[in-house]
Each structure stands twice: as structure tokens, then as C-alpha cells.
């Protein structure tokens, strides 16, 4: 009997040392570990069933100026399964990623060249809830540098999140996420995509960074709403000596659901179907 309850405490050890990420070192650790109280913790961010959210990008233009027209969504994530329904409401377009397979309708040709809906369905998604993510099974937590980001004297921890074979996807070939030494919260993070995985012969974009200018606390969790986005290490500057941002993001009406919304995974006639060209990550 009490060699079936040891082997029973060995499994489940196992299996909760297996669903941790991998840290460089104890030093990393000690920082996610305040990151995620910052945030608000990860328990109650885990037990909900799906994630709701709504996003305006705005690009600027080559002269400076923002679009008089962003790009407006409403998204939901199945957190399990990362299932996505993002509704595009001044189109009355939807794109849904359902699987291995994404499909739209009314998205039009113009739109599809500015975002795929392959990149758009987790996008957002993966940026703002990296707090929470980094907790996942094949991630790999690097050791932390202090470095600076755009228009920010001030230093913050760096720390280079990666992906072992077992995590199957990110949307980036890496991020790294930049921690306040102070506050604990996550100020920025920064990325590159290979376009290879939605352009044949596409290039690997060069290093962005989204810095957070706001936050809100919601449901006992801290989610950023709103930040800028700029090309990292360029030397371009404005008049003031700034270095220019490239979009604003803005994101609103956070909500943690507790249930998901399965009608919305049918697929219609006439909707456009794609393989993802990834593979899924997961919560475990």
C-alpha cells in the first residue's frame, strides 16, 4: 500500500514539475516569480475557461500621421485549447481558428495582406497575456539582463523567453519581456516573425518591441491596455529626438469567461478555410 501511495506522489510530482517552464536560474526565477504576483497571480488567470477581449491598432503613416481608420477586433480564447474567435464588427467579419484549421469570412483582400488571419488569430492574444504564459510546459526562461527600451532611460530586466521542442509554437521566433524593477510588471516586450511561415521566401521581420503605457486590474489580474509599438536598435528620431513609434494599440473590455461560445466554431458556407502553420502550445 504504501509503495502504490509513493508511486502515486512520485507521478504527480512529476507531472507538476513537467508543466513548469525551464529557468536558466534561480535568479530568473525570483523575478518571474514576482512578475506573476504583480499580475495578480496565476491561479485565477488559469481557471478561467476563456478570455475575452476588445483591440483598436492604429498604424501610422510614412508621413507621421496615424490612419483615420484602425483595425478594430473582438476576440475570444479558449485558454485550454487556444481555440480563437476574433469578429471584426465594422465588416462583419469573423476569423476563427479552430484547431489546425483557421477560416474567415468578409475579410477582405486589402486586410489579409496588412495581418494575416493566421498571425491575427493568437497575436494579441500571446502579447498581453505573457504574464501568465511564460507558466507554460516548454518554455525556456533565459538569465536576466538590465537593459533600456525606446524613449526610457530607465533600466528594466530583460529576460528571453524560448521554446523547447515540447511547446510546439510561438507566434515569434522568440520574445523577450521586460520586467520593472520596481512595480514587477511587465513594461514591454519584444519579438521577431518569421513571415517564411506565411510568405514562401519571406523574411525573418526585424525586432519589434510593444512598450505598455497603461494597465487595468481586472478580475484581481493586471492586463495592459494600451501600447506602442516600435522597430527596436533603429536610429531614426523625430524632431524632438524621440525615436517615433510605428502603431498605437489600444485594448478594452478585459473579461475572464467561464464559458466559451461553441456555436461560433461552425464553420459556415463560403467561409475561406487555411491550415495553421502552427501547431498548438497549450496551457499544460
Same mark, same amino acid.
Given at each position: 500500500?504504501?509503495?502504490?501511495?509513493?508511486?502515486?506522489?512520485?507521478?504527480?510530482?512529476?507531472?507538476?514539475?513537467?508543466?513548469?517552464?525551464?529557468?536558466?536560474?534561480?535568479?530568473?526565477?525570483? #523575478?518571474?516569480?514576482?512578475?506573476?504576483?504583480? +499580475?495578480?497571480?496565476?491561479?485565477?488567470?488559469?481557471?478561467? $475557461?476563456?478570455?475575452?477581449?476588445?483591440? =483598436?491598432?492604429?498604424?501610422?503613416?510614412?508621413?507621421?500621421?496615424?490612419?483615420?481608420?484602425?483595425?478594430?477586433?473582438?476576440?475570444?480564447?479558449?485558454?485550454?485549447?487556444?481555440?480563437?474567435i476574433?469578429?471584426?464588427?465594422?465588416?462583419?467579419?469573423? #476569423?476563427?481558428?479552430?484547431? $489546425?484549421?483557421i477560416?474567415?469570412?468578409?475579410?477582405s483582400?486589402?486586410?489579409?495582406?496588412?495581418?494575416?488571419?493566421?498571425?491575427?488569430?493568437?497575436?494579441?492574444?500571446?502579447?498581453?497575456?505573457?504574464?501568465?504564459?511564460?507558466?507554460?510546459?516548454?518554455?525556456?526562461? $533565459?538569465?536576466?539582463?538590465k537593459?533600456t527600451?525606446?524613449?526610457?532611460?530607465?533600466?528594466?530586466?530583460s529576460?528571453?523567453?524560448s521554446?523547447? $521542442? /515540447?511547446?510546439?509554437?510561438?507566434?515569434?521566433?522568440?520574445?523577450?519581456?521586460?520586467?520593472?524593477?520596481?512595480? +514587477?510588471?511587465? =513594461?514591454?516586450?519584444s519579438?521577431?516573425?518569421?513571415?517564411?511561415?506565411?510568405?514562401?521566401?519571406?523574411?525573418?521581420?526585424?525586432?519589434?518591441i510593444?512598450?505598455?503605457?497603461?494597465?487595468?486590474?481586472?478580475?484581481?489580474?493586471?492586463?495592459?491596455?494600451?501600447? +506602442?509599438?516600435?522597430?527596436?536598435?533603429?536610429?531614426?528620431?523625430?524632431?524632438?529626438? =524621440?525615436?517615433?513609434?510605428?502603431?498605437?494599440?489600444?485594448?478594452?473590455?478585459?473579461?475572464?469567461?467561464? /464559458?466559451?461560445?461553441?456555436?461560433?466554431?461552425?464553420?459556415?458556407?463560403?467561409?475561406?478555410?487555411?491550415?495553421?502553420v502552427?501547431?498548438?502550445?497549450?496551457r499544460?
Amino acid at each position: 500500500m504504501k509503495r502504490t501511495i509513493m508511486l502515486v506522489i512520485v507521478a504527480c510530482t512529476t507531472t507538476t514539475l513537467m508543466a513548469q517552464p525551464a529557468y536558466k536560474s534561480s535568479a530568473t526565477k525570483t #523575478i518571474i516569480e514576482q512578475m506573476l504576483e504583480s +499580475h495578480g497571480g496565476y491561479d485565477i488567470w488559469a481557471e478561467a $475557461e476563456a478570455i475575452r477581449f476588445i483591440k =483598436k491598432a492604429t498604424p501610422r503613416l510614412p508621413n507621421g500621421q496615424l490612419t483615420t481608420k484602425p483595425w478594430i477586433t473582438e476576440e475570444t480564447v479558449h485558454i485550454e485549447s487556444e481555440r480563437a474567435i476574433i469578429e471584426l464588427p465594422e465588416d462583419d467579419g469573423i #476569423i476563427v481558428k479552430n484547431g $489546425e484549421e483557421i477560416w474567415d469570412i468578409n475579410i477582405s483582400a486589402e486586410k489579409k495582406k496588412a495581418v494575416r488571419p493566421a498571425m491575427l488569430s493568437l497575436m494579441t492574444y500571446k502579447f498581453t497575456n505573457l504574464p501568465w504564459l511564460v507558466q507554460q510546459k516548454g518554455v525556456v526562461l $533565459e538569465d536576466a539582463k538590465k537593459v533600456t527600451i525606446p524613449n526610457d532611460t530607465k533600466e528594466y530586466y530583460s529576460i528571453k523567453v524560448s521554446f523547447d $521542442e /515540447s511547446f510546439g509554437y510561438a507566434i515569434g521566433d522568440f520574445y523577450r519581456i521586460y520586467i520593472d524593477q520596481e512595480s +514587477h510588471l511587465i =513594461k514591454a516586450v519584444s519579438f521577431s516573425i518569421n513571415m517564411g511561415k506565411f510568405i514562401p521566401g519571406g523574411p525573418t521581420t526585424p525586432e519589434m518591441i510593444h512598450v505598455f503605457n497603461t494597465y487595468e486590474t481586472v478580475s484581481k489580474l493586471v492586463f495592459p491596455t494600451q501600447y +506602442h509599438t516600435y522597430q527596436l536598435n533603429s536610429d531614426v528620431r523625430d524632431s524632438e529626438g =524621440k525615436q517615433p513609434f510605428g502603431a498605437v494599440h489600444d485594448i478594452w473590455a478585459w473579461e475572464l469567461l467561464d /464559458s466559451f461560445d461553441e456555436a461560433k466554431m461552425i464553420k459556415p458556407s463560403g467561409a475561406e478555410s487555411t491550415k495553421d502553420v502552427f501547431t498548438k502550445g497549450g496551457r499544460s
